[in-house]
């Protein structure tokens, strides 16, 4: 029988179906989960970058804080049962660390985690951890990628390495190669060239929700509650390093009150929690602290990039060089492949990417958002403003000279790239036809004003996934996947999905999420949640209504005829499935998008502010287009944050505080205008389902800097642009 039509549910602005419960409170978080019987734990941090804690300062700390109010017991390397160390050929464990928690007396980095104090109250786990005075054999440490000192590679333990390395791809699982080059040396005199040197700070991902955990033994039988955004993952390598069959662990992950990489893989805390929950008999709650999350759940490292371009009279580039050194801990692996997107998105013959890494002793860095678009776009879309005032021309033309309609680094067509009508979109909305081309020519109010652009582009990523759905006696369907609600709408959009397909009313339809016991999906991250998850949803969807096709012998079913249902019938709608990615080979797929912004800026005092933003986007199809709108301001607003604000606060040393750490607020918003680029492709199978959640990061700084230089004529290449810069008398850095 043929399915009859339904009303759409896609592609309307529906309100978040949790919205309510978030904005009256009734929300819960992994914090909030209530546990009878649980005790509460916290964490002590090494106080130095490098050496080993003496044995007599551990044994007498670990006695105090014992002999405290109210303490059941302390964890120590003395103590601690052993830990399997992460696989090593299991590439989803990565970044990871290698070296399991409280191995041993060694420290390679602040606030390396050498105790858990576990109490009966917060309070007193707090103060007992606060009576731990550890003395240390210091070794040298090397605390910057760019220092002469190097570590001296004599440990012994192959979870610790030293020295610098240079990685060939990102991840196993992407190919997105780190060291690549093509095309031959230019040879000829080139009339133009842009060669200079950029960096960019280390920053914090700083959710709102502290990371937590919360575990509870029965008998062999492991339950994890965790702010995570990859509960599959979290159990699976619970499971590992515990020793445990994976049948014997479950993972809960309520609400995850924002992530944007902090939160993706298994750290060191939630083992800890889990060990101390089996060594106390009690379940057991460990959160963070905001100064522990800065060296406990990973950052975007510091990068040093250097970019040249080659090109002849018009602009058109004939070289690209682009060649990044970052850095990673001397425990964990880590780089930020600030270089991959100069391989592909601009016209280049000749190309030299490479990604240098040093490991020192630093916590291990990890995902951030749009991690290496955000530091190389930066890079490379600033290097494109610097062509374009040597040639003479304006920065949009010469990013539509050197556009490409194929990926170079594969050959294949792009499916649907449509940047070239993200650029006229955006262009013409903001005004940048009337941009005089001489800097310090706009003034308003007394005030500099400069308009500056940049490219954006992300990866389109799709991964396995499982759905199940079923079918309740009271003519609601619920679809479920372990897959997270991070704020980026995924339950509000699957549920959207759900009905569109199903013929349903949303009323009728629900989405659960956040249990490892629902089938399989990926991490939630990379921006490939919505095509992921959306794959499994849309093939669930469609199975159960052809079965109630068959079934009933309706396309149109309602609340109350699946009420009437029989009990065998509804088993029968009660099922999963499993879908495995379906990108289109033939053709290269990515997300492409264009900023517009202005700045003003008052050099009395060293202010800078974004106050106008024009933005398009073509990222397939938009189920939602309010939250979509939301995601993409929210990412485009982190830009504005790692342009002007933030930075690492504090001595990698000591980590004691050296300042805030600044964010941008509603304050700091300027007024946006972003819109879609909505269309198929024309001669490939249209796009698939996309994520949006990093693309509106990628290549904001850019635009906030080449906006900057045409308000004052300051070319700053280095991240954060600070009051210092922006001041009278004082210069650039650089």
């Excluded at 109010?69 to 970044?95: K, Q």
């Excluded at 230019?186 to 959710?207: C, F, G, K």
């Excluded at 057991?284 to 975007?300: C, D, E, S």
């Excluded at 109350?560 to 249902?565: G, R």
């Amino acid at each position: 029988m043929t399915l009859g039509p339904v009303a759409s549910c896609v592609g309307v602005p529906v309100n978040r179906v949790e919205g309510e419960a978030k904005v009256t409170g009734a929300a819960r978080y992994t914090a909030d989960t209530e546990v009878p019987g649980a005790v509460h734990a916290v964490l002590v941090g090494a106080e130095v970058a490098r050496g080993e804690i003496t044995a007599e300062s551990m044994a007498e700390a670990a006695a105090r804080a014992q002999a405290a109010p109210g303490v059941l017991h302390v964890l120590t390397p003395m103590n601690c049962p052993r830990l399997i160390p992460p696989p090593t050929d299991f590439s989803e464990t990565w970044p990871v660390e290698r070296r399991p928690p409280l191995s041993d007396l060694s420290v390679h980095h602040v606030g390396q985690h050498v105790a858990v104090v576990i109490a009966d109250t917060s309070e007193n786990a707090t103060y007992a951890a606060s009576e731990f005075a550890l003395a240390y054999r210091r070794a040298e440490a090397v605390l910057d990628a760019r220092a002469e000192t190097e570590l001296d590679g004599g440990d012994d333990d192959t979870a610790v390495r030293s020295g610098s390395y240079w990685p060939d791809h990102w991840v196993e699982v992407v190919d997105e190669k780190l060291q690549d080059h093509r095309g031959a040396a230019v040879e000829h005199a080139v009339p133009v060239r842009v060669s200079a040197h950029y960096a960019t700070a280390a920053t914090a991902p700083y959710p709102l929700e502290l990371c937590a955990t919360i575990a509870r033994w029965d008998g062999d039988r492991l339950t994890v509650y965790d702010s995570t955004r990859w509960i599959s993952g979290e159990k699976r390598l619970l499971a590992h390093c515990l020793g445990l069959p994976g049948s014997s662990v479950r993972v809960i992950s309520p609400l995850v009150g924002g992530a944007f990489g902090s939160k993706v893989f298994l750290w060191a805390h939630v083992l800890l929690c889990a060990v101390a929950a089996r060594e106390v008999h009690r379940p057991v709650k460990l959160v963070l602290t905001r100064k522990q999350m800065f060296a406990a759940t990973g950052y975007r490292p510091r990068t040093e990039q250097d970019v040249t371009l080659l090109a002849d009279a018009a602009g058109l580039i004939s070289s690209t060089a682009h060649h990044t050194v970052t850095e990673t801990s001397v425990v964990g692996d880590f780089c930020e492949p600030a270089g991959v997107s100069s391989r592909f998105l601009y016209h280049s013959p000749r190309l030299e990417v490479s990604h240098r890494v040093e490991r020192i002793n630093v916590a291990t860095p990890s995902f951030m958002r749009a991690p290496g678009e955000s530091s190389g776009l930066f890079a490379l879309e600033v290097a494109m403003d610097e062509l374009a005032e040597k040639v003479g021309i304006d920065p949009l033309e010469l990013r539509i000279r050197n556009h490409v309609d194929i990926d170079q680094t594969s050959g294949r067509p792009w499916s649907d790239k449509h940047l070239l009508d993200c650029y006229r979109s955006a262009a013409d909305r903001f005004g940048w036809a009337h941009r005089p081309a001489g800097t310090g020519s706009l003034r308003r109010n007394g005030l500099q004003v400069g308009w500056g652009m940049a490219t954006a582009t992300f990866p389109a990523r799709q991964m396995a996934a499982g759905c199940q759905v079923s079918t309740g006696a009271d003519g609601c369907v619920r679809f479920a996947s372990a897959t997270h609600e991070i704020g980026n709408g995924v339950r509000t959009v699957m549920t959207q999905l759900a009905a569109d397909i199903t013929g349903l009313p949303l009323s009728a339809v629900a989405f659960d999420s956040g249990d490892s016991s629902f089938p399989e999906t990926s991490r939630s991250g990379a921006s490939q949640t919505t095509a992921t998850v959306g794959a499994a949803v849309t093939e669930a969807a469609t199975q159960w209504r052809h079965r109630l096709t068959e079934l009933a012998g309706s396309a149109a079913p309602t609340v109350q005829s699946l009420a009437a249902l029989t009990p065998e019938q509804r088993a029968a709608l009660t099922f999963s499935v499993t879908t495995s990615p379906t990108i289109d080979k033939r053709t290269a797929i990515r997300s492409f998008g264009a900023h517009f912004c202005e700045v003003e800026v008052d050099e009395q005092i060293g202010r800078a502010a974004v106050t106008r933003w024009a933005a398009a986007f073509a990222c397939g199809p938009v189920l939602n287009p309010k939250l979509a709108r939301s995601q993409l301001m929210g990412g485009i607003t982190f830009g504005v944050g790692m342009a002007l604000l933030e930075r690492m606060p504090y001595d990698r040393a000591s980590l004691k505080q050296g300042g805030e750490y600044y964010l941008p607020t509603h304050a700091d918003r300027p007024d946006f205008d972003v819109e879609f680029i909505d269309e198929p492709g024309d001669d490939f199978p249209g796009p698939t389902l996309r994520g949006i959640g990093e693309i509106g990061i990628a290549g904001a700084a850019a635009a906030i800097a080449n906006a900057v230089h045409h308000a004052t004529g300051k070319r700053l290449r280095d991240l954060p642009i600070t009051v210092a810069d922006l001041m009278v008398p004082f210069g650039p850095r650089r």
